[in-house]
């Protein structure tokens, strides 16, 4: 019974910036681990990030590491993902998902999941 929504979606330039932000409802943040995934047309789902209950531990993509940054909120029962240096490879739909367990983890297997927010970077 957590829902997640996310917003901060849209259209950039390539090297441009976006921060993503995803509000959970319901059963809230409860000692769960916090992530972005993403799937572009035609693509399998791909791992992101993901951010510790506490916020103290982190991991990213390959990909994305050194460009996005995931951060929480629980105070606001908010988690984001701030993406800088976008390219047009990072287009996709994004999606903040929540796990059952504290810890940060490279998985797609998440408990509970958001509708998806598209980023759209043109070159």
């Known amino acids: 019974q957590v829902q997640l929504v996310e917003s901060g979606g849209g259209s950039v330039q390539s090297g441009g910036s976006l921060r993503l932000s995803c509000v959970a409802s319901?059963?809230?943040?409860?000692?769960?681990?916090l992530g972005w995934l993403r799937q572009a047309p035609g693509k399998e789902r791909e791992f992101v990030a993901a951010?510790?209950?506490?916020?103290?531990?982190?991991a990213y993509a390959d990909s994305v590491k050194g460009r996005f940054t995931i951060s929480r909120d629980n105070a606001k029962n908010t988690v984001y993902l701030q993406m800088n240096s976008l390219k047009a490879e990072d287009t996709a739909v994004y999606y903040c998902?929540?796990?059952?367990?504290?810890?940060?983890?490279?998985?797609?297997?998440?408990?509970?999941w958001g509708q998806g927010t598209q980023v759209t970077v043109s070159s």
């Open positions: 951010i510790s209950w506490s916020g103290g531990s982190s």
């Open positions: 998902a929540a796990r059952n367990n504290p810890a940060a983890v490279v998985t797609l297997k998440f408990d509970y």
């Open positions: 319901g059963r809230t943040f409860s000692r769960n681990g």
